[in-house]
């Protein structure tokens, strides 16, 4: 069955960075896009990045364009998020999530999640 | 960008009722709506997609309508698993994706 186990998450101070991983298993890694997805406390849900099948396109939430960025490796089954220059607004359990597509197309969905890791920002 | 704009944000129903929350967009995303559910502690789970398409395993007691702007997701008998907190989330504007607030049920 699709598995996406996210990890990575912790407590870091403003301005510090931080990596994530989502290893996953279960379906043919690189074949299919990939999100992140984050949710505040007691927020709703935030899009934040998609990475194609092949790594070539990446696009980001305005939020976090410039700081954060969205990798994968293929031969790890394995997706990363690296976060730069947190701010306490980046607060949120962070979920990594299929796309049903190789690349995005307004067709998308978001078929399986991880169980998200939570990132705290503070001093 | 795209604005999702969920009502109500909470509701009351005993079980059997039957349910309907709306999404309604800042502009047409034509039929480009899909709509999760999510209980405490857990990740979101898809139910519908294309703004009508059940996704495979879902209850056919959820059913999604709409198009251009407006949209409804509707619970025909609501039964105990279906308290939850359900989000719609737009396409139409891939790769930037939304979501709207959310609309939590809970228990009467």
């Known amino acids: 069955q699709v598995q996406l186990v996210e990890s990575g998450g912790g407590v870091v101070q403003p301005g510090r960075s931080l990596r994530l991983s989502c290893a996953a298993s279960?379906?043919?890694?690189?074949?299919?896009?990939i999100h992140w997805v984050r949710q505040a406390p007691g927020k709703g849900l935030e899009w934040v990045a998609v990475?194609?099948?092949?790594?070539?396109?990446?696009y980001y939430a305005d939020s976090v364009k410039g700081r954060f960025t969205i990798s994968r490796d293929n031969s790890k089954n394995t997706l990363y998020l690296q976060m730069n220059s947190l701010r306490p607004e980046d607060t949120a359990v962070y979920y990594c999530?299929?796309?049903?597509?190789?690349?995005?197309?307004?067709?998308?969905?978001?078929?399986?999640w991880g169980q998200g890791t939570l990132v705290t920002v503070s001093s | 960008d795209i604005q999702m704009t969920q009502s109500p944000p909470s509701l009351s129903a005993f079980v059997g009722d039957r349910v309907t929350i709306t999404c309604r967009a800042s502009?047409?995303?034509?039929?480009?709506l899909n709509w999760y559910q999510q209980k405490p502690g857990k990740a979101p789970k898809l139910l519908i997609y294309?703004?009508?398409s059940l996704q495979s395993g879902v209850p056919s007691r959820f059913s999604g309508s709409g198009s251009g702007t407006d949209f409804t997701l509707t619970i025909r008998s609501l039964q105990p698993e279906d308290f939850a907190t359900y989000y719609c989330q737009q396409s139409y504007s891939t790769p930037l994706l939304t979501f709207g607030g959310g609309t939590k049920v809970e228990i009467k």
């Open positions: 990475i194609s099948y092949d790594g070539s396109n990446k």
């Open positions: 279960g379906f043919s890694f690189s074949t299919y896009g």
């Open positions: 999530a299929k796309d049903r597509w190789a690349v995005v197309a307004a067709t998308t969905y978001f078929d399986y």
């Open positions: 502009q047409s995303i034509s039929n480009y």
């Open positions: 294309a703004a009508s």
